[in-house]
């Protein structure tokens, strides 16, 4: 029974294809509309949360920007940062430029980093090839360095740059490893310098090169993330004593906390543009409604007939509320396509991951079958309560 | 025919009366009518436009509920029944056949015929081997995916006779069923009817051709609600 009503509801719908189409034009751009939206904006939203957890979860970062007494924090301050509870460890960065060579090629502004080991054993895929900085590395003071790839395309083209030597401020490096392309994190985009390429020294190094011996910027690994905002209070008290309370010597961000704040702001602008674009679906909802309404008054010596033949009010109404919830449901699997269709596009675009969200396309599929039902109730019902003898006699 | 459902009452009507509120002012269409089809009869019930033949079509059909009076289809009394019950004995009971043939244009007469059957719930594969054989009981062997708008005015009512049969009805009744066709092609439905008859079907025929109330082997008159057995002579 409801077979026979699925198909001639389809039967209906396919032979007044014009019609129909217009009819669920309304829904499948309000579909498209919220499909593309959602997926989109969850596309980019992963790409954020990706490029932030590069850094690893757990990691609280300060800079230092000092008074005018202190311009950055002492080995006494990082000793005292370091034995708080649940810091796991310390990974101070010392950053500047100088010109880099290797013998023959000279390139101008090169930044230089200094970093500890601790930075490459948290970094996953930070290499493409060679090694990364050891503890072995800063105990010795070796003179190894990793650079990235800006760098090696301009001094080493076509050569494999492992085993050379780099000179760095008139000292004599040897690379031990390449940072891959496109692993820098935000951060370190955010600190750096110049775009002419970038070498990693030991920090110890690297803080001898500049001649200080104080640091402002520093990574500080935390073992218990659910503990974060505790252990940031602990240490913004070490950085207040050691800065005499002067609070805007130093800036502590808390990226998971960023991320978090950006999540929420994100997920209310897309629920309130779906909002919006589900205004679409109500006009549409209307306009399934308003052809339902023809339908039953066009078909209403189809109706007396198929009573006459002994079907009951509610078969009727069965096949026409089938009807409207068939055509809300087409437009929204069109809408569904087109969206996901569109928000590939926009991924491409914005060079950012395309993925299908299977919770975007339920919450389309689920809203345009209620969509459905409520504006092919009234519709349905009105075909159900037709006399049988004034709908024969409409003929 | 079996023996024992010889004489067999079909329908049994006493006193019906269908009165219409029109504003206000009521109008009697049916006043008093008493009718009894025994099974296997073919019954015309003859009158004037105006007389009330549509209301009384429509009662017995059941598609309409009489004012007062008691009605007995089938041995049911079907008075009081609710509008699915009523969709129920119109199934099972009744064979409708109308004067425009009533066929949805979008079907083929296989599909046609088959409506009925999905009404009466007839499981899908049993329904399309019943229809078929309906409408080669009326010579349409030929026509089975031919739409409506590719038959005859005269195919088009074997097709709609057909469906009336496939439920094997108790009753068919057929309103002006010639009224839309020529003469000839007329003849040959009623020469249909006939066969029907003889098979042992019951039909009841409402009309207001002598000519064609001819055909029935018994003719009642109906003249401003009131129903008189008589030949067409006294029409």
């Keep these: 029974m409801l077979k026979e009503s699925l198909r001639m509801s389809w039967q209906n719908i396919r032979a007044n294809k014009m019609r129909s189409f217009l009819t669920i034009l309304g829904i499948v751009i309000g579909v498209t509309a919220i499909i593309a939206l959602i997926t989109t ?18 990691k609280v970062s300060v800079s230092v920007s000092g008074t005018a007494l202190k311009r950055g924090l002492t080995e006494a301050d990082l000793e005292r940062l370091s034995e708080l509870d649940n810091v796991e460890s310390l990974d101070p960065t010392v950053s500047f430029t100088r010109h880099v060579s290797n013998g023959q090629r000279l390139t101008e502004n090169v930044t230089i980093e200094g970093r500890n080991a601790v930075y490459f054993q948290r970094s996953d895929g930070l290499l493409s090839a060679g090694r990364g900085l050891t503890p072995m590395d800063m105990d010795r003071n070796s003179h190894v360095c990793v650079i990235d790839a800006t760098l090696r395309s301009a001094l080493y083209p076509g050569e494999d740059p492992i085993g050379q030597t780099l000179i760095v401020g008139g000292q004599r490096f040897t690379i031990v490893g390449l940072l891959s392309d496109g692993s820098e994190d935000v951060m370190s985009v955010m600190f750096s310098s110049g775009d002419e390429g970038k070498v990693i020294l030991p920090f110890l190094t690297a803080q001898r090169m500049v001649h200080s011996n104080s640091v402002t910027s520093l990574g500080i690994y935390i073992h218990d993330t659910t503990r974060t905002d505790e252990t940031i209070d602990d240490i913004e008290g070490v950085l207040n004593a050691a800065f005499n309370y002067k609070d805007d010597a130093y800036r502590v961000i808390n990226l998971e906390s960023l991320l978090d704040a950006m999540d929420t702001m994100l997920g209310m602008m897309t629920t309130m543009l779906a909002g919006i674009a589900s205004i679409a679906l109500l006009v549409g909802g209307i306009g399934i409604m308003n052809m339902m309404l023809v339908s039953v008054s066009e078909r209403t010596m189809e109706i007396g007939l198929r009573k006459a033949l002994g079907a009951r009010p509610k078969a009727i109404q069965v096949q026409f509320l089938l009807e409207a919830v068939m055509l809300s449901l087409l437009g929204g699997v069109i809408g569904i396509l087109l969206g996901n269709m569109l928000s590939l596009v926009f991924a491409l675009w914005l060079e950012i991951d395309f993925t299908l969200s299977a919770g975007a396309i339920l919450l389309a599929f689920l809203f345009s079958a209620t969509v459905g039902v409520i504006f092919g109730w009234a519709p349905a019902r009105k075909a159900s309560q037709l006399n049988p003898i004034d709908a024969l006699r409409s003929m | ?111 046609n015929v088959e409506l009925p059957l999905i009404y009466s719930g007839v499981p899908a594969h049993e329904r399309s081997a019943l229809a078929e054989k309906m409408l080669v009981r009326v010579g349409l062997k030929e026509k089975l995916h031919h739409y409506p708008n590719q038959l005859s005015g005269g195919q088009q009512q074997r097709v709609a006779i057909a469906r009336a049969l496939c439920n094997n009805p108790a009753i068919l009744l057929a309103d002006e069923p010639t009224g839309a066709l020529d003469q000839q092609t007329g ?22 051709d002598q000519g064609i109330a001819r055909h029935a082997r018994r003719i009642v008159r109906l003249l401003d609600g009131i129903l008189s057995e008589g030949g067409v002579e006294d029409a």
Excluded at chain 2, 8 to 22: A, C, F, Q, R, W
Excluded at chain 2, 187 to 208: A, C
Aim: net charge negative; glycine share 12%; aromatic share 6%.
């Design chain 2, 187 to 208: 003849k040959q439905v009623m020469s249909l009817f006939h066969d029907l008859n003889e098979e042992g079907h019951t039909i009841l025929m409402i009309t207001h």
């Design chain 2, 1 to 111: 025919m079996d023996e024992k459902t010889l004489g067999e009452k079909i329908l049994i009507m006493d006193d019906i009366t269908k009165v219409y509120d029109m504003g206000g002012e009521k109008q009697t269409v049916l006043k008093g009518i008493h009718l009894e089809v025994s099974k296997g009869e073919f019954v015309a019930v003859l009158g004037p436009s105006g007389s009330g033949k549509s209301t009384l079509m429509n009662i017995i059909g059941c598609l309409d509920t009489p004012t007062s009076g008691s009605y007995v289809l089938h041995g049911r009394d079907v008075g009081g029944l609710d509008e699915d019950a009523l969709a129920g004995v119109r199934s099972k009971e009744i064979g409708f056949i109308f004067q425009s043939f009533q066929l949805l244009p979008r079907l083929d007469a296989l599909s």
């Design chain 1, 41 to 58: 904006v969850e596309g980019a939203t992963q790409e954020m949360t990706r490029q932030f957890s590069e850094l690893g979860a757990g």
